[in-house]
């Protein structure tokens, strides 16, 4: 189990590049088994999430390498069409794949993701919606069963909720569907549109991504193509929330300014400078930062859910009360209790935090369950006085890139203490040994 040591209370201070997208590299790869040939993504952040991803598209049988953040996937011999149960555990998002396989080889069998550690996170809009294709679905055991007996038929969908995942397995499902498939209250989030970019180039029909209705005309087949995956707006915010609550300036660069739009208010309404670039974007923190109103989470273009946790971190810290309202996620806030620990004064009713902010944090031993809460426990470790260590830290490689190298090159005191496992798969689970 690895951990990080932190030695907190440094500024965080400099530039940094933001890696690629988990949120698009995830259902990117998973398109690829659409494209009967080589598909080349490059910008492929180094993260345990897409290396789970890599051993699913190689358990289907696709060829695939992955160096210097590109991943080229050949799904010319791909043969399977069903993931095993320990994949699934491994990754929940997972289940993105259901549209690609059902799309290429006209069934499916997965087991049922179950819950994860931010909630339930039922599938039933993803089931709903791959039925009106004309896919037979049966759930027997755990296990799930797609099968279409008749070419799959565009259809329209209305989401009740614009869910991402679901919105995404919609356009898989429709790509090669035969007529047009209309969806509805589609989610909007940048990360969607990347993928319908990366499929058009392939030589899908897609329009309105980013919009509220998509319309996928479905086509014969996709080419292969190369596709740079879009930077992660999630982590770059995440970098914005370390150097505002360690009265630090941080440069952003090789980020799209408009997908961090969402998150700037909440950064200005505590105090910080923001100044935007064509592609850099650069806070600057006070000497201390303000309260924040209300934040409420929010589909796209709303507050991420994404980023509730960090900046809770940074509200800890900040003179006065604020309120922080999670929509999205039932029980998305197993952070709470580890911030406790740093001395934060936190209450949680429900769905909504009220956190009184306090003068300093002190370092403390605590432990991550969850990707986002992790980075804010992390972040709560930088901002304080003294050592702290972030054990479970298997969360936070799921979407954070060498986290420690990044903020270890903004001025920080964290190393990564680990030890190697070795899965029956025969794939290192975690990092090589790393300081900075
Ligand atoms: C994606 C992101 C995740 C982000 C979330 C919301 C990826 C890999 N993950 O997750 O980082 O936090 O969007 O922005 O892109 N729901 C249902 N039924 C369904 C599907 C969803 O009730 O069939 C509910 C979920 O339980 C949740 C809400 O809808 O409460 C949002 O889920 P969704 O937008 O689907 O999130 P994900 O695609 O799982």
């Given amino acids: 189990m690895s951990r990080f040591i932190i030695n907190g209370g440094n500024r965080v201070y400099g530039e940094t590049r933001i890696q690629g997208s988990k949120n698009s590299v995830l259902p990117i790869l998973a398109a690829t088994v659409l494209v009967k040939g080589e598909t080349v993504i490059s910008n492929c952040p180094d993260i345990s999430d897409v290396n789970a991803t890599i051993k699913v598209l190689r358990y289907l049988g696709c060829k695939v390498t992955f160096e210097n953040h590109t991943v080229t996937v050949d799904s010319t011999d791909m043969d399977k069409y069903d993931i095993p149960d320990d994949l699934m555990r491994e990754m929940r998002s997972s289940v993105i794949f259901l549209g690609g396989i059902i799309g290429r080889m006209g069934k499916a069998r997965l087991s049922t993701p179950g819950g994860c550690e931010i909630g339930l996170r039922p599938i039933d809009l993803h089931l709903d919606a791959i039925q009106r294709f004309g896919v037979n679905i049966k759930e027997e055991f755990a296990k799930i069963e797609f099968e279409s007996v008749k070419p799959l038929e565009g259809t329209n969908i209305s989401l009740s909720f614009p869910s991402v995942g679901a919105t995404e397995n919609i356009i898989l499902t429709a790509c ?6 209309i969806i509805t209250n589609a989610a909007r989030e940048p990360e969607i ?3 319908a970019d990366f499929l058009n180039r392939c030589g899908a029909r897609i329009s309105g991504s980013g919009e509220g209705t998509i319309v ?5 087949n996709l ?6 995956v879009i930077p992660d707006r999630i982590a770059a915010s995440t970098y914005m929330a370390a150097a505002a609550m360690t009265q630090g300036k941080i440069r952003l660069n090789s980020v799209i300014p408009a997908h961090i739009a969402p998150v700037i208010p909440v950064f200005e309404e505590a105090g910080c400078d923001i100044s935007i670039e064509a592609d850099s974007v650069t806070l600057t923190a006070p ?4 309260s924040i109103k209300t934040i409420r989470t929010m589909p796209y273009p709303g507050f991420p859910t994404d980023m509730q946790a960090p900046v809770m971190a940074m509200t800890t810290v900040c003179r006065g009360t604020s309120v922080i309202i999670e929509t999205i996620f039932e029980s998305r806030y197993k952070h709470v209790s580890e911030l406790l620990r740093f001395g934060a004064k936190i209450r949680v ?9 306090v003068d300093k944090l002190t370092g403390a031993s605590v432990i991550s369950s969850d990707l986002r809460g992790g980075a804010a426990l992390v972040l709560a470790g930088i901002a304080a006085q003294g050592i702290t260590t972030v054990d479970d830290i298997k969360f936070i490689e799921r979407g954070y890139e060498s986290m420690e190298n990044v903020l270890g090159s903004l001025g920080c005191d964290i190393k990564k203490e680990e030890r190697e496992i070795t899965d029956e798969y025969g794939d290192d689970q975690g990092a090589k040994s790393s300081s900075a």
Avoid: C, Q
């Avoid at 090669?176 to 498939?181: V, Y």
């Avoid at 009713?349 to 902010?357: A, F, L, T």
């Fill in 176 to 181: 090669l569907a035969k007529g047009t498939t």
């Fill in 193 to 195: 549109t990347d993928l």
């Fill in 216 to 220: 996928i005309e479905g086509v014969e």
């Fill in 223 to 228: 080419h292969s193509v190369h596709h740079k």
């Fill in 287 to 290: 000497p201390r930062l303000k």
């Fill in 349 to 357: 009713d429900g769905r909504m935090s009220v956190i009184e902010g």
